[in-house]
Structure formats: C-alpha cells, structure tokens
C-alpha cells in the first residue's frame, strides 16, 4: 500500500520514492492544473503511476501508456485500488481524439524523432484539448546523467516552442522549473552516474539506449538512499522553501527543466 506525503505517493514496499526534480516539477504541474476542469487523461511515459494516483484524486479519468514492463509492474500497485485509472503498454485504436489532456513529463528526451512521436501524440487529444510535457532544460548541460537515462537531447526554451508550434499547438505557458534545489541535486546525480558508468565500461559490459531508458522511470537507487533523509521536518522545510524559490523564478532560465503548457488548435 502506498502513502502520500509532502512529496506525493510513496511506495516503500516496492522501493519507489519520487525524486527531487520530480517532486519540484508536480508541484507546478498540480499548480496549473487547478485552474482547469478535471476529464481523460493520457500520461505518455507515465512510469510508475505516482502523477496518475495525484490526478484519479483530483478526479481525472486516467489513462497511463508506459512501455516498461518493470514501472507497470510498480504503477499496477500503486492503482490497485483504483476505479479511474488504466494502464497500457501499448496505443489503441479507440483513443483517437478521445482525451482532454496530453501529458508526458520526461519522455521526448528520450526519443530519436521527437516531432514524429508529439504529432502522433496529438492525434489522441480533442480539439481544443491541453497538452502539458516537461523535458530536461539547456542544450549546454549535458552530462553523464543524460546518458544514464537514455536521452538524445536537451532542451533550449525555443527549441522547446517551436517544435509544439510546429506540432499545431498553441503555447499558452512556457516556464523553467527546479532551481535552485534540482541544480544542485544534479551535480551530485552526474557524479554518482558518471561513477556507474565507468564501472560498466571497467566491466565491459555495454547497454543501449533503449535499455537505460526502460529503467530510467522506476531506478531509484541514488533517490532510496537519499529518502530517509529527504523525510525528516527540516528538508520538508527546505523543499517548501525550494517550491516558493522555483515559483518566483519560473521566468528566468535557471530551473534545469523545461515545462510547457499548449492548447490544441
């Protein structure tokens, strides 16, 4: 059975807890999203369920679409008791313009031809229908965490704009999200991932793309060792503190996450 904390649902058993820059990123997501009526969502990405249960909550019909075997099987126990939310691991034929919001935090990243994927995305929202996607902000920081999660790329804000423009959305909000708490958590993830890494290659063993992306949604190593820590009354201070902060800085590009809110045309 999961908890919900501060930060979200919790999954002790199964070792899942959400990470800082996730933590940061719903909060301004669920921000948004309270001034917006409640219908059918699809989640592309929707790894191991935890936006899922906030939105069945809030009274969203859910619908998840996550292709890895090993976060359907953490999601499948985060909704066990749910009535309004499904999981897929693959499209279907009846979602065509079925749903009311799109939405797919981290995914385009990840994916080789990110026009082809949002275009066919976009054919599963109505018309007039909301889109809200996230990726990891400014080309110029790749690092080996990047590699670690399987991305071809990172975003510039306008890059960002103009390939929804190009999609046939209409941007509404185009925001920075993260600094300065995910900035700095980042250094330490690029450390530890870059020490993961050479410890593959001193091993010789290789993975794909394709194979650090399917763990990327629920590998939560770095995140476990940290939670016990993370849920004490003085970081949950800090993170209140670390919301009010990305807030006023949403404008400026320092958040190292990109958030976009569009409409449909």
């Given at each position: 059975?999961f908890?919900?904390?501060?930060?979200?649902?919790?999954?002790?058993?199964?070792?899942w807890?959400?990470?800082?820059r996730?933590?940061?990123?719903?909060?301004?997501?669920?921000?948004h999203?309270?001034?917006y009526?409640?219908?059918?969502?699809?989640?592309?990405?929707?790894?191991?369920?935890?936006?899922?249960?906030?939105?069945a909550?809030?009274?969203?019909?859910?619908?998840?679409?996550?292709?890895?075997?090993?976060a359907?099987?953490?999601?499948?126990?985060?909704i066990?008791?749910?009535?309004t939310?499904?999981?897929?691991?693959?499209?279907?034929s009846?979602?065509v313009?079925?749903?009311?919001?799109?939405?797919?935090?981290?995914?385009?990243?990840?994916i080789?031809?990110?026009y082809?994927?949002?275009?066919?995305?976009?054919?599963?929202?109505?018309?007039?229908?909301m889109?809200?996607?996230?990726?990891?902000?400014?080309?110029?920081?790749?690092?080996?965490?990047?590699?670690?999660?399987?991305?071809?790329?990172?975003?510039?804000?306008?890059d960002?704009?103009?390939?929804?423009?190009?999609?046939g959305l209409?941007?509404?909000?185009?925001?920075?999200y993260?600094?300065?708490?995910a900035?700095?958590?980042?250094?330490?993830?690029?450390?530890?991932?870059?020490?993961r890494?050479?410890?593959?290659?001193?091993?010789?063993?290789?993975?794909?793309?394709?194979?650090?992306n399917?763990?990327?949604?629920?590998?939560?190593?770095?995140?476990t060792?940290?939670?016990?820590?993370?849920?004490t009354?003085?970081?949950?201070?800090?993170?209140?503190?670390g919301f009010?902060?990305?807030?006023?800085?949403?404008?400026?590009?320092?958040g190292?996450?990109?958030?976009?809110?569009?409409?449909?045309?």
């Open positions: 059975m908890k919900m904390s501060l930060y979200g649902p919790v999954l002790p058993t199964r070792n807890v959400p990470a800082p996730y933590i940061l990123r719903r909060k301004r997501i669920l921000r999203l309270t001034g009526t409640p219908g059918k969502v699809l989640e592309v990405g929707s790894g191991a369920g935890a936006l899922l249960v906030d939105l909550q809030a009274n969203y019909v859910c619908t998840g679409y996550e292709i890895s075997q090993a359907r099987e953490v999601a499948a126990e985060f066990r008791d749910s009535h939310i499904t999981l897929c691991s693959e499209a279907r009846n979602w313009a079925h749903f009311d919001y799109l939405m797919a935090f981290e995914v385009l990243e990840h080789e031809d990110d082809a994927a949002l275009s066919e995305w976009l054919n599963w929202l109505r018309p007039n229908g889109a809200l996607f996230s990726v990891p902000a400014h080309k110029r920081r790749w690092t080996a965490s990047d590699v670690w999660v399987g991305h071809c790329r990172r975003y510039d804000k306008a960002l704009v103009r390939l929804c423009e190009q999609s209409e941007v509404l909000v185009v925001e920075h993260g600094f300065p708490i900035n700095l958590v980042e250094i330490f993830r690029t450390r530890y991932h870059a020490r890494l050479q410890a593959l290659e001193s091993q010789q063993i290789s993975m794909t793309r394709d194979e650090h399917l763990q990327s949604g629920v590998e939560r190593t770095a995140e060792k940290l939670y016990k820590y993370m849920d009354p003085p970081i949950r201070m800090l993170f209140r503190v009010w902060l990305q807030h006023l800085t949403r404008n400026l590009p320092l190292n996450g990109l958030l976009i809110i569009a409409r449909k045309k």
